[in-house]
């Protein structure tokens, strides 16, 4: 992204990146964002992401209640697997011990640690975020989801 809107129209004929620089300008317009001070674009990022994380709440609290609200560990994993999480919500200090047999979609819980198991909310949190979904921590939130369930996946369809 250009460091100011000189060089880029200065610069934009001659580059390479022509059509990087074009979206680039659009994505700062369709933001809103007028600027290319740090400290004025921190501050927009902020206000943006806060207004992204408010909405995923709201459909956290207004979908806690039905069937797109999952709770099951099981339908977590193979949920997060199968890129169909939108968000994941988690607390940070749970920990879910099993293992995820990816040929059938097969989730085995376990009461404890063991050898050959791995963390299945974290396994979890990573597929959400390689497969485009949000991973949101509760602790960060508290009072503004509902329940106490320590970890829930909102799917997307």
């Known amino acids: 992204m250009p460091t100011n809107r000189i060089w880029s129209e200065t610069h934009k004929d001659r580059t390479r990146f022509k059509k990087f620089l074009d979206e680039a300008d659009k994505e700062l317009i369709s933001f809103g964002i007028r600027s290319t001070d740090a400290k004025v674009l921190t501050k927009q990022a902020k206000k943006l992401l806060t207004r992204e994380i408010h909405e995923n709440i709201r459909k956290y609290r207004n979908m806690f209640h039905t069937k797109k609200a999952l709770k099951n560990i099981k339908d977590i994993v193979t949920s997060s697997y199968q890129a169909r999480l939108e968000a994941l919500f988690v607390e ?7 293992n995820f047999l990816e040929d059938d979609n ?52």
Do not use: C, H, M
């Open 106 to 157: 097969r989730v085995i819980v376990n009461s404890e640690k063991a050898p050959d198991n791995e963390e299945l909310l974290n396994l979890s949190l990573i597929n959400t975020l390689r497969n485009g979904g949000k991973v949101y921590s509760l602790s960060e939130i508290k009072g503004l989801t509902n329940g106490n369930q320590p970890f829930t996946g909102i799917l997307r369809y």
């Open 92 to 98: 940070p200090d749970q920990r879910v011990w099993g």
